[in-house]
């Protein structure tokens, strides 16, 4: 009975009452919780239930109970209502969006099942870190989608992830020209609070900062020309750091956490800075001297510095001279086989940290699920049995194509495993999905996910190269043909066909958009296949016969259409989330792609009519394309 409610989370303990049917709630009292009822309301509008209204006597009554534990609650519906016992806001909260799943629409009308819940969460921090900064850059309704869906799955924090994209009043010209304004930043922290999700800065501190060091302004604070690390021996740096922080506290005021980033600091030392460390000890001398200065610029806010943990694992007596109060975010991405010599490592310094798997979407048409849930599942479970302070969930897009809707699977395994007391089954995991994320009752959502999650694991058994660098690939080069030689093309395009069949013209009530990225990866991975197997197949029509060299151009127009048809899929999937930002070079790309097919094209008609109609020797394929010899 449990496992039909098909409830993510799922809660620690429910009790269901067989054959025993409840009215969905339709009212609540005019003091409840405003964005528990507007995710009430979001979510059952879309379904056709219908908004809640405000009443004197609610069908909702919410109690509270002082001997619950921060963010627990209770959860009762019956024919006589739905009660709600909790300690705090928190609390109630959950206990909402517990209640947002339940109803189903049996013999065509919506009701509920009579259930008890009891339910806490096994970690006190959830939080979504999201890359904003190498790409796609989430416009301000997107924002509060995003937060909004991670509070639905009882996630509490949000960190967007900065390097350059905060438009500082004192420092805007590393800025994009449409970033993120203090005016934006401050009504994000607003919005986020409606909702439990606690906005937590995230501003890199050292590295990863070329695209301020390129600014020639701030050139001379770079450890190389125009390079990424900040020096830490250069004025510059603490003075610019200093401004940027500042401004963005005063956005985000008080906030619990600030995260300084800091990671991938491996030329410290190399550059300019190379006397200035050598004077000072050594590296992690100057790295600790680094986190106790950001720490200092925090201090006034009341914030908890955040790090990423890889200086602290090259070497961990750098723990001993950095402030104890600091939040160590440790970070894998990796399927190991177990993550607690890293939890043990930060443990063992006395410091409090949170576990960062990844969603593995990075580079990726869409994300490597079978990596990512294997990493979350082993990395989540050692850390909630070390009693690890949170889970920072991180979503990264590296190559500045990647898309926030097709990471949801990922990120929202991550939320449930945090959440669970005990282990989050991947399988169970997976025929709750539809229920929960899409509305429906539709085990195919699930399995559209795990043949894409096949369909990346085909690819890149042959091929070392992410899914986005072989679908830009030619496939006339000899070194990716000799790889994609060794793959069943023909299966890897059935599995993405069946994704396409089903999702198509299929609208789920719920997270419409997210089923067309799915479709959009599903059509892209189809074209990557036929792209090699034309590769192959125009290899072996090129023959002295005027039919096959006719079939040799027809194979070039196919793909000319499909990366035009490409292009106002994926168009349209960025401008749902982003801003502008870097849509123009990635639209570019289909059109050089395209364009490159009608050069292919052409350069085939052309021998056709040359070569072949005067009788004379056709000249090498690869010679006529342009491409280095098979």
């Not at 904003?132 to 869906?149: A, N």
């Amino acid at each position: 009975m449990v496992a039909a409610l098909h409830l993510l989370p799922r809660p620690a303990h429910v009790v269901v009452r067989p054959a025993c049917r409840a009215s969905v709630p339709r009212s609540v009292s005019a003091d409840f919780d405003a964005g528990a009822r507007d995710e009430l309301s979001e979510r059952w509008e879309a379904l056709g239930i219908g908004a809640l209204r405000s009443s004197q006597s609610p069908d909702v009554v919410v109690r509270h109970d002082a001997t619950l534990a921060p963010q627990a609650y209770r959860l009762r519906v019956d024919s006589s209502g739905v009660a709600i016992e909790s300690a705090d806001s928190d609390g109630a909260f959950y206990a909402a969006m517990t209640l947002a799943q339940l109803p189903r629409r049996v013999a065509g009308r919506w009701s509920m099942p009579c259930v008890g819940i009891a339910d806490r969460p096994a970690l006190r921090w959830r939080i979504l870190s999201d890359d904003v900064s190498r790409g796609p850059l989430p416009t301000m309704r997107y924002f509060e989608e995003r937060i909004r869906t991670i509070a639905a799955f009882k996630m509490n924090g949000y960190s967007p992830y900065m390097e350059h994209v905060f438009v500082s009043p004192t420092d805007p010209l590393p800025a994009p020209l449409d970033g993120i304004t203090p005016a934006q930043l401050r009504a994000l922290n607003r919005y986020a609070s409606r909702f439990h999700v606690t906005l937590i800065p995230e501003q890199q501190t050292f590295a990863h900062m070329h695209n301020t060091l390129k600014i020639e302004e701030y050139a001379s604070a770079a450890e190389f020309p125009h390079g990424f690390l900040l020096s830490p021996a250069s004025p510059l740096s603490s003075a610019y750091l200093a401004r940027i922080i500042a401004e963005e506290l005063a956005a985000v005021p008080h906030p619990p956490f600030f995260h300084i980033g800091s990671d991938e600091t491996a030329t410290l030392g190399e550059g300019s800075t190379t006397a200035y460390v050598a004077a000072a000890g050594g590296r992690s001398r100057v790295y600790a001297a680094h986190v106790t200065a950001m720490a200092r610029l925090v201090a006034s806010s009341g914030a908890r510095i955040m790090l990423w943990d890889d200086g602290i694992e090259n070497d961990p007596s750098i723990m001993r001279m950095i402030p104890r109060s600091a939040v160590i975010v440790n970070w894998h991405y990796g399927a190991e086989r177990s993550f607690e010599p890293y939890i043990r490592l930060i443990a063992r310094g006395g410091f409090a940290q949170m576990v960062a798997p990844g969603a593995s979407n990075w580079n990726e048409i869409f994300p490597d699920v079978s990596t990512a849930l294997q990493n979350e599942r082993r990395f989540i479970d050692e850390g909630k049995a070390a009693h690890v302070l949170g889970l920072f969930q991180t979503v990264w897009h590296d190559d500045g194509e990647t898309l926030y809707e097709a990471t949801w699977y990922p990120v929202l395994y991550a939320a449930a495993d945090a959440w669970e007391q005990g282990d989050t089954d991947p399988a169970r995991f997976r025929s709750d999905f539809p229920h929960a994320f899409f509305g429906v009752d539709d085990a195919r959502y699930g399995d559209d996910v795990a043949r894409l999650g096949d369909v990346l694991t085909r690819l890149e058994a042959a091929s070392s190269s992410p899914t986005d660098v072989l679908f830009w690939s030619d496939p006339f080069d000899p070194a990716v043909e000799a790889q994609m030689a060794k793959v069943d093309l023909r299966a890897v395009r059935l599995e993405a066909e069946r994704v396409e069949t089903h999702l198509i013209e299929r609208r789920p009530p719920l997270h419409a958009q997210a089923s067309a990225v799915m479709f959009l990866a599903a059509r892209r991975y189809d074209v990557l296949a036929r792209e090699y197997q034309a590769a192959q197949e125009v290899r072996a029509y090129y023959a002295p016969s005027f039919r096959d060299l006719l079939w040799c151009k027809y194979w070039f127009w196919e793909l000319r259409d499909d990366f035009e048809e490409l292009a106002p899929l994926y168009e349209s999937a960025w401008r749902y989330e982003s801003r502008a930002g870097h849509l123009g070079s990635n639209l570019e790309r289909y059109h050089v792609a395209a364009m490159r097919a009608i050069e292919r094209a052409d350069a085939i008609r052309r021998v056709t009519d040359e070569e072949y109609l005067r009788n004379t020797p056709l000249p090498p394929l690869d010679a006529i394309l342009s491409v280095p010899p098979q």
